[in-house]
């Protein structure tokens, strides 16, 4: 197994912070009186598209909608499985009226549209990611407890017709599973336990043979909030010991700052929906 | 203690899911049963776990919500479903059944208590209130419980003391130190005491055969009897053997057969019937000891249910059987201690009408008659096998040692 063989995130789906403000404060990292840079959140965001086309990964664009604002964070829109996509639940409300608009966009785009029961909340790629062990059959890791449900994950698993495993997220920074936990190829990922459970460590541990295991303080600068293009990681920091552990499984490190975007919690990867996962196949 | 039903589902096992929610629950204090399990042969084939949650009431609310978010949800969440009946004692087919265990019901989603806890009855629901009638009872119109949704069973409760729990933990004791057992009844009779409990004592004709009366008419004397149930026979010999001096014919002090004894009982009866009643016969001075005597004296009720194969039958015996549970039902508030003394039709039909919380001890010489109590559902019985009457002076001196 080398560096590389993940079999998706080629194909990638983004929304331009036109209209990108921390209006509310919904993670512990949004304030309100925090200003965002309008100006530099866009050329952070088109910086990022740069880097991710030069990694050999086709952007595909959503247009921005004004009544709401983190539509930016793509990965939340919801999840896709190969030609089905099951838009996200959100638990607060200020977001709620994204699942419409994600609904239609990916009918409207030719996906299949299957929609999780009304009283169940799951927030899409944000909480949940795939990994593929050599040889063996993709599981969809599941974060649960502040945006999503763990019953979503028995919902999910109907739906997609893959293993869902959830994990309980415990730290209320790291209120998604994509903040702890960054699937590499087949052996390795970037994994943070400093979000999980005692049982979501020992879940993690069993599944992921090799992990590059995160500090405190590199999870709390959103290094596993990674988005990897076949052999190219592009992080929102890479700290030396990250990058050179990456660099010597054979990895690319592409250091991309999108601090504006950390005001509202969000890094590279909130920012990017893989189109091309396919967890059933 | 209280039980609630949890299901869980999806891949529990991989995810550790299962394992957590069991280690939640003991770390809560509290405890559970696995009451099913279906294992997904893949890793793709989802489980499923229904799990009982055993904890006092208010520790189990708090736990059942944090379970809820490790997606472990209560099963039961609707409101019984009423039926009203349709004929006098006749049930709604699919009537839920009653167990001796306290038990509440949902109606318009608030648990009530049942008020009355007795086995084999149906529950019925009326003002807001909820309560067991046995099915010749109930009456056309009255609202019955139906199917086994919005109705939970408390387990039994082990908390009052656990010395008690591990005492009674060993149902039936014939290799145990009976001077040690009596010494736990007696414990058992002056905490409920204590507490305002009432003592139910339900006698066999082997009381009087084995030479107990004296002692257990002391006890009734003393107030360590608040009720007394049982049939002709044990008060006829009660009677014979105060009057005549024999138990179906043989001499209570002597052990010996007595010319033409075997009559002795029917005189006994017949001379009571002559009277009116067993109070009345006690009034007039024909009976004037004994603990049918004890019982008129102290004002003690007693109820006599009659059987089939009854003699006479004294004129105080209720022989419509039906009644005659009726009667000992009407009695049993505030029951916390039953004493049953080698009898079998008696302790079976007073172990029906008990409530599981009433801590029963059944004394009687067969160990095959306090298996078949326990197996009748009287699960909260203690069967103790030895000879009654020795049991009952033991327990006397021990009741009456500081008197």
């Known amino acids: 197994m080398t560096a590389g063989d993940l079999r998706w995130g080629r194909r990638i789906l983004m929304c331009p912070p036109r209209h990108f403000g921390v209006l509310y404060e919904i993670n512990p990292w949004m304030s309100s009186e925090v200003k965002v840079d309008a100006d530099r959140a866009q050329s952070q965001w088109g910086r990022l598209v740069a880097t991710l086309q030069a990694a050999g990964a086709e952007v595909v664009e959503m247009a921005a909608r004004p009544e709401v604002p983190d539509l930016v964070f793509t990965a939340n829109a919801g999840l896709v499985n190969g030609d089905q996509f099951v838009p996200s639940h959100f638990r607060h409300a200020e977001r709620q009226p994204e699942t419409e608009v994600n609904a239609a966009w990916f009918a409207a785009a030719g996906w299949r549209v299957d929609r999780l029961p009304e009283d169940l909340d799951h927030e899409g790629a944000g909480d949940a990611l795939p990994f593929t062990p050599e040889g063996g059959h993709t599981v969809l890791l599941s974060g649960y407890s502040f945006r999503s449900d763990a019953r979503a994950a028995t919902a999910l698993a109907d739906l997609l017709g893959c293993p869902v495993r959830p994990i309980q997220l415990v730290d209320p920074r790291l209120y998604h599973l994509d903040l702890t936990f960054c699937p590499l190829d087949g052996r390795r990922a970037l994994v943070a336990p400093l979000g999980w459970d005692g049982y979501g460590r020992k879940v993690v541990e069993a599944l992921v043979p090799e992990p590059l295991v995160l500090s405190d303080e590199e999870t709390l600068a959103f290094c596993a909030n990674s988005v990897v293009v076949g052999t190219t990681v592009v992080m929102p920091a890479a700290p030396l010991r990250v990058a050179r552990q990456l660099e010597a499984w054979g990895f690319d490190v592409v250091e991309c700052p999108v601090d504006e975007f950390l005001k509202a919690g969000g890094g590279c990867r909130c920012l990017t929906l893989a189109l091309d996962v396919a967890l059933s196949a | ?403």
Not at chain 2, 168 to 183: C, Y
Not at chain 2, 206 to 226: F, I, N, Q, S
Not at chain 2, 278 to 298: L, N
């Open chain 2, 1 to 403: 203690m209280s039980t609630e039903t949890i299901e869980v589902t999806g891949h529990i096992v991989d995810s550790l899911l299962l394992a957590k929610i069991l280690d939640t629950i003991l770390d809560a204090g509290c405890d559970y049963e696995i009451e099913d399990v279906h294992i997904g042969k893949t890793s793709l084939d989802p489980s499923t776990a229904r799990i009982a949650v055993i904890g006092d009431e208010a520790k189990l609310d708090q736990l059942l919500d944090e379970l809820q978010v490790h997606g472990a949800n209560r099963t039961h969440q609707h409101d019984v479903h009423l039926v009203p009946v349709e004929q006098d004692g006749v049930l709604p087919a699919g009537f839920y059944s009653t167990t001796n265990l306290a038990a509440d019901v949902r109606v318009d989603g608030t648990w009530r208590p049942v008020e009355n806890p007795e086995m084999d009855c149906a529950l019925i629901v009326a003002d807001g209130r909820a309560y067991t009638a046995p099915m010749h009872k109930v009456r056309a119109g009255e609202q019955v419980v139906v199917g086994s949704d919005g109705v939970r069973v408390h387990a039994p409760s082990h908390a009052r003391d656990t010395q008690v729990f591990e005492f009674m933990a060993s149902e039936v004791s014939s290799e145990k130190p009976k001077a040690l057992l009596v010494t736990q009844v007696a414990d058992r009779m002056r905490a409920a005491r204590r507490r305002g409990g009432r003592v139910l004592v339900v006698a066999g004709p082997a009381v009087v055969h084995t030479g107990g009366a004296t002692d257990l008419a002391r006890l009734v004397t003393e107030g360590w009897v608040d009720l007394l149930f049982a049939g002709n026979g044990f008060a006829t010999h009660d009677i014979e053997a105060d009057v005549l001096g024999t138990s179906l014919g043989v001499s209570v002090a002597e052990g010996k057969p007595t010319e033409g004894g075997h009559a002795n009982h029917l005189r006994v009866i017949n001379e009571v019937r002559r009277h009116g009643s067993i109070a009345a016969a006690v009034e007039a001075g024909y009976v004037t000891g004994g603990v049918m005597h004890a019982c008129v004296r102290a004002g003690v009720p007693f109820v006599l249910g009659g059987s089939v194969r009854d003699d006479g039958p004294l004129p105080d015996v209720i022989t419509d059987t039906v009644a005659a549970a009726d009667a000992l039902r009407d009695q049993l508030g505030g029951m916390e201690v039953a004493l049953m003394l080698a009898s079998t039709l008696h302790a079976i039909a007073a172990g029906n009408c008990l409530p599981a919380g009433v801590e029963t001890f059944c004394v009687d010489i067969n160990q095959a008659v306090l298996t078949k109590l326990a197996d009748r559902g009287s699960h909260q019985a203690l069967g103790i096998v030895t000879d009654v009457g020795p049991f009952v002076g033991q327990l006397t001196n021990e009741l009456l040692r500081d008197a």
